[in-house]
Each structure stands twice: as structure tokens, then as C-alpha cells.
DNA sequence: CCATATACTTGCCATGAGCAACTATTAGAG
DNA sequence: CTCTAATAGTTGCTCATGGCAAGTATATGG
């Protein structure tokens, strides 16, 4: 595959260029009169207090007779005391002292300042973009210790609309081969929603982890009996985590909590997925019926959840 | 401010993890009984034939007395020839030799292999997220190195009728406080754009860069001799490179060619920069008057271009 | 023509870092 | 319960890595 070798040349020319970079800083490194492995080694010690010098040597890579060393050129300058051990007496836990912590510092305080050195050139926006680029990166090249953060159920703002639509266009399309009209449908409903939109009355939940759009889903008044769902969307991405439960959940709760009695989805056969999950709520199919759009022939359903009872 | 130094923080969790995997990498390249910096100035020979020494050493961060016993150690492999060059004797362009490439050929491949054993995890999509984010850290870092692309300009497909609405949405609410249901006027714009979308007479210009989204335009039949030039939109990262222009110059270039007599747009006075451009086209301000929307009070203009003149 | 700068080399030397052998302790197999 | 193998850490030996400064040869600018 040529793609691949034009990716992994990519990330090659990402390698060359970020050791170039860090080559600098590790200069300055220096001027400390501290290696960079100590440096490192200093790093892991201040966050993780009681590490052992295998596991210090093992994650960061360093022969253990060096990390010994290291070791105990800290224990002479006294940053560090090796605890004998409690349980196993092989082990000797390592802890920072206060003047470790505090041979530390500056030098933390330092790299800190040319990280942001690096970025104060960059205008907020292009610092979010890069700060998200590398978040990126960093998960997909396999940083386990990269917290996905939590998932986010917000209501709509600006943005949203445009979002949900080109999801819509963009995802319809390349699951289902369904052409642009499909966005432009979900675009005229999105305006509708918001032209009319009655807070009491109607609801849109934005799924989002880190800034990054996960699924929505809209709750809007048929009639006043009759609450609509429309526009369930679970990314790809945030499939098998039981997104789309909640997201129905949520309107189900809402429609509720507004007195609606029975809630109407309509929705597509092609759309497995989803008919799970109103099966699973307890919606009925009530009605079904071939149409052909968006340049296919499908079958469209209408659901049906009666509120009041449960 | 505090978002800086979490930003940096976020530099610095990356630049940790790929010392990491990189330092990895390296004792790979160790197996090879070659340095990295060995490695490193023959990939920089490789790519580019008659480097002088003292290049090298700036560009790579290395003392010039190292570079030259690197050097004088490859010339002794008789990997690189040094003529003793031309007009000026004391530069002695490098010239890496056949049995140099062969011996760095090897290397270049398992750095090539490694490089896509790394990607071979992630599918197609990811990869692209992969190679796009480390393209834009690698820009925002200030790699000159890295082509920024040709900006392409290209006819609407599944997913920019939201991408433009969402764009619209979240411009303006930032620029200009407008509220969403400015964001709504436009996917309604657009949703009626795609259902009565007829190529012959009407026709959207997407503007991107390396799949990016630069800015847009769309010129939609008001009547058979009046084209409407809607929704000119240019991104805030792609300004100040007459981009709006060309987009206007295009909506221009095509309302002519399908025979439209004049063309109009509807803007709004706190717009200067598109003004500007619509000036510099010709358009004559022939309306305008107060109107309040979007949570704002706005003054709105229509402008128009007889097509016929020039 | 002389002072200064550039391109490269060489001598000197500290230290960074790999390898293997060694001690102390613990866990697991039989 | 004992013997073997594994784990945690230390130490001796070694040499490649790479910084600094002085040195040579050439070029440039006043």
C-alpha cells in the first residue's frame, strides 16, 4: 500500500523534526549541569513518589546499573532516600526529599517557561488547534496515559447546527451512499428547530469528549401530546459505549418531565444500530413503507414510545 | 493566564512521550553499531548531495569538532568523498558515495518499516487523522520545512453544507455576537440550495488546503437575468491572501458565463473586509436600512454588479 | 596588507551508558 | 520444606559520545 509508506514518511518527517526541536531544549537542559536521563529520571520521581528503580528504568529505558548510578548520585546529593522496604526487602521505594523537590523545581519551572515560550507566538485558536493535534497524535500513536476525558452531554450553541448536519451528510454518505440531499434535509430541519425552538418544549443534546463531537439527538413537539425524536448520531468513533442509550434516554426523561404522553421516531430499516436501542427503550414500530431518497430505495419506519406507561 | 500554562503542560506530556518512543526507536538504530547522530547526518547526506560540514553541524545541533570526526569516520568507510571544492578552498562539499547509500539504504529502510509497523495498528481513517495532526503540530511548531499545500478550490459534496453552516455560526457568534439563529438563516439558505440546486445556473465554491477548510462562496439564480452571490465566507487563518477575491472573482467568472445580466448580494454593514472586495469587483451599494436580528441591531445592504459593462 | 571571519581539524578529557558479574531476597516447583 | 529460578539492586570494567579550545588554511573587508 503507497498510502502507508506516504504516512509513515509523514511520521518520520514529524520524528526528524521533533528531535531537531527537543535537541534544543535539551541543551538548555544541560546548562543545568544535569544530563537529560536525569532530568527524566527527576521528572518521574517528583510525580510519582515510592516508584522502584526497575520500574523507573523499564519505562523510561535505561540499563538499571546506569539508573543505579543515577540513583545514587541523587542519594549523595540527598533528593532522594531509598526507604529500606517494608514487605519484600529486595525493593527499595524511592521518595524525594524536600531538597530534591526543590533541585526540581527550577528546573521544572524552566522547561515549563520554554514549552511556553514555544507557544506564545500562537494566537489562541492556533494553540488549541495544536494542543488538540498533539492530544491526537499522542492517543493514536498509543499513549495509554492519555485520559480520554469525560463525555459531555451539553446543549446546543453555535456551531452545533452546522456540526450535526455535516456529520449527518458526512456519515449517511459514506455508511449508506446516501447523497447530499440527506444533509440538506437534516440542514432545513436544524434551521426549523432553532427558528421555532421553545426551551420548554424541545431539547438538543450535544455529545462531546475533549471539544471533539461524539453524537447528538433532538427532542421536538410534534404536537402538544407528542414529543419527536430526530436526529440520533453516534460517531463511529464513540460506537459500543452505550452513547446512543443515553442520548435516547436523555429525551425520554425530557419528554416525560414535559408531560408529553407518547414520543414518535422516525427512521430508516437500514439503521440497525439505532433500532436497537428504540427496541430496547421499548419503542413499537407502528407503521413502515418503501420511498426512494436521497438516491436509494429504502424502507422508512415510524416508532412508537407510549410515555405514560412504565 | 492559565490556559497557557495548561497548554504548555500539554507540550510537555508530548514531548515526554515521544523522547519515549523514540528513545525507542534509537536502540533500534543502535543495533546497526551507528549513532544517532551518525544516523542523522547520513540521512541529511542522503537527501541532499554536496552539504558542507559546518551546515550540518548548525542544522542538527552538533559541535563542529563532533561533526568533523564523524565525518573524517565515514570518509574512512569511505561512505563520503570530500572534494576539495571549487572557488573557495576551505568549504569541502560531502558527497556521499555509492557504497555510503548502500550503507545507508538499509537503514533508511528499517526506519521506513518501523515507521509503518507503528501505523500498521490503525485503520485508514485513523492514520489520516494520525498524519493530519502531526502535519498541523508540525506547522504551529514553526517547521518552515512543512509545504503548506495548494489551496483548492472545488464544487460542494456531502458535508459542507454543514461545515458552512457551522463555520458561519461559529465566526459570527465570535466576531460578531451574533446568536444561532444566524446560524439557522444559513442552513435553511443552504438546505434550499442543495433541494433546488440546478448546476446550469447556480453553483458553490469550497476553498480547502490540506482537506482544511478555507472559506466558501455560493451563487444562486434570484431570477434568470439576477445571480445572487450568498454566504461568501473566508476562514480567519486564511485572510490577508485574496482568497476572498478569487472566490468573488469565480461567482463573477460564472454568472457570466450562464448569461446573468447582474449579480446581487445581500451583506451587512459591520462586514469590511467583504465590502472591500466587493467594491474592488465593482459592486454599487443600492439599499440599505436598519433591521434588527441575531440578538443584534444591524444595518443591512444590498449591493449589486451589472455584468453586462467591463 | 592586516585584522577578522569562516571552514574545518585535532588534542584533550569528562561523562554517559552498555555489559556482565555479583549480592540479597523472594516466589515457585516438586 | 528445600532447591532453583526470578527479581531488585549494585558495582567493576570499558569505551564511545561529545564538549571545549587551540590550531591550520582560506577568504573578506577596510
Redesign the pocket.
Known amino acids: 500500500m503507497n498510502q502507508l509508506k506516504h504516512d509513515a514518511a509523514q511520521l518520520r518527517a514529524f520524528n526528524r523534526f521533533h528531535t531537531g526541536r527537543i535537541g534544543v531544549l535539551q ?1 538548555r537542559m ?1 546548562d543545568s549541569r544535569l ?4 532530568v527524566r529520571v527527576l521528572y518521574e520521581l517528583s510525580a510519582r513518589n515510592g516508584v ?4 523507573l528504568a523499564r519505562e523510561l529505558g ?8 543515577l ?2 548520585g541523587f542519594r549523595r546529593k540527598r533528593w532522594i532516600t ?1 526507604a529500606p522496604a517494608s ?7 524511592i521518595v524525594l526529599t524536600k531538597a530534591g523537590r526543590a533541585a526540581f523545581e527550577p528546573l521544572d519551572r524552566r522547561s515549563q517557561a520554554e514549552a511556553e515560550a514555544l507557544l506564545a507566538p500562537l494566537d489562541s485558536a492556533r494553540r488549541r488547534r495544536l494542543v488538540e493535534a498533539l492530544r491526537t497524535a499522542r492517543e493514536l500513536l498509543g499513549d495509554e496515559s492519555v485520559a480520554p476525558g469525560p463525555v459531555v452531554l451539553r446543549q446546543h450553541r453555535p456551531g452545533d447546527i452546522g456540526m450535526v448536519a455535516k456529520r449527518h451528510g458526512e456519515l449517511y454518505a459514506e455508511e449508506y451512499g446516501w447523497d447530499e440531499r440527506f444533509e440538506a434535509l437534516v440542514a432545513g430541519i436544524l434551521a426549523r428547530f432553532i427558528e421555532n425552538f421553545r426551551a420548554e418544549r424541545e431539547r438538543c443534546w450535544i455529545a462531546e469528549r475533549d471539544g471533539q463531537f461524539l453524537g447528538c439527538v433532538f427532542v421536538v413537539e410534534k404536537n402538544p401530546d407528542t414529543a419527536q425524536l430526530r436526529m440520533l448520531l453516534v460517531e463511529p468513533a464513540a460506537r459500543g459505549m452505550g452513547l446512543g442509550k443515553q442520548l435516547v434516554g436523555e429525551c425520554i426523561r425530557f419528554a416525560r418531565s414535559k408531560r408529553y404522553r407518547r414520543m414518535v421516531l422516525w427512521t430508516n430499516s437500514v439503521l440497525d444500530a439505532a433500532r436497537h436501542v428504540y427496541e430496547s427503550f421499548g419503542f413499537r414500530l407502528i407503521e413502515q413503507g418503501k420511498h426512494s431518497a436521497f438516491g436509494k430505495e429504502l424502507v422508512e419506519q415510524t416508532w412508537e414510545l407510549d410515555l405514560a406507561v412504565d
Not at 62 to 69: E, I, N
Open positions: 541543551e544541560l544530563s537529560l536521563a536525569q522502584l528503580a526497575s520500574q535505561l540499563d538499571p546499573g546506569y539508573m543505579s548510578r540513583l545514587a531509598t514487605s519484600d526487602k529486595r525493593r527499595r521505594p
